[in-house]
Antibody, heavy 120, light 107 residues
């Protein structure tokens, strides 16, 4: 049973860098994509980006200039860095495993979520 | 980007009712669509992938259909525990996108 556990700072000031880490327990790191999704309070879901076990990344163009997703296979962890945050980046951030093989493509499981608030 | 439009945004129904949620894609996405259920304060939970394949452990009252640009999620007999927000997601092309969500309430 794969589980994802995430952590990181929950309160940031504008212009700071958001950093979150997600640890993968109980499963293989290969074969899958490892992604980040966020959800502003009371709103819908937004895909931020993902990293494949090979190290290849894909980012949402709306955030691409500020996002870096990295992988540490020795620790079974992957991380999100989002620079120059503003109040618009306030959201619950989720990490998730993505399985992608033809139409068999989904996010599961998900981390527990981390509320990140950007405020001066 | 592929836009996903869900309707309705909110539906209230009685226990035992049939509930249908629609997800329309701005471009054809074949069957590269998944559905999730999210309860307050919790992460989304996978219900359906490939437009119509039920994830293991998900009750059979949930079903999905469609291809191309129009998809539906149906709850055949609404139960109290189905009160939640439901999202569709397209996995046909980057950037991956989600619908705006449909909140299902119990009368």
């Amino acid at each position: 049973q794969v589980q994802l556990q995430q952590w990181g700072a929950g309160l940031l000031k504008p212009s700071e860098t958001l950093s979150l880490t997600c640890a993968v327990y109980g499963g293989s790191f290969t074969t899958y994509h490892w992604g980040w999704i966020r959800q502003p309070p009371g709103k819908g879901l937004e895909w931020i980006g993902e990293i494949i076990h090979s190290g290849t990344t894909n980012y949402n163009p709306s955030l691409k200039s500020r996002v870096i997703i990295s992988l540490d296979t020795s620790k079974n962890q992957f991380s999100l860095n989002l620079s120059s945050v503003t109040a618009a980046d306030t959201a619950v951030y989720y990490c998730a495993r993505r399985y992608s093989y033809g139409y068999e493509d989904w996010f599961d499981p998900w981390g527990q979520g981390t509320l990140v608030t950007v405020s001066s | 980007d592929i836009q996903l439009t869900q309707s309705p945004s909110f539906v209230s129904a009685s226990v035992g009712d049939r509930v249908t949620i629609t997800c329309r894609a701005s471009h054809g996405i074949n069957i590269y669509l998944a559905w999730y259920q999210q309860k307050p304060g919790k992460a989304p939970k996978l219900l359906i992938y490939g437009a119509s394949t039920l994830e293991s452990g998900v009750p059979s009252r949930f079903s999905g259909s469609g291809s191309g640009t129009e998809f539906t999620l149906t709850i055949s007999s609404l139960q109290p525990e189905d009160s939640a927000t439901y999202y569709c997601e397209q996995v046909n092309a980057h950037p991956l996108t989600f619908g705006g969500g449909t909140k299902v309430g119990i009368k």
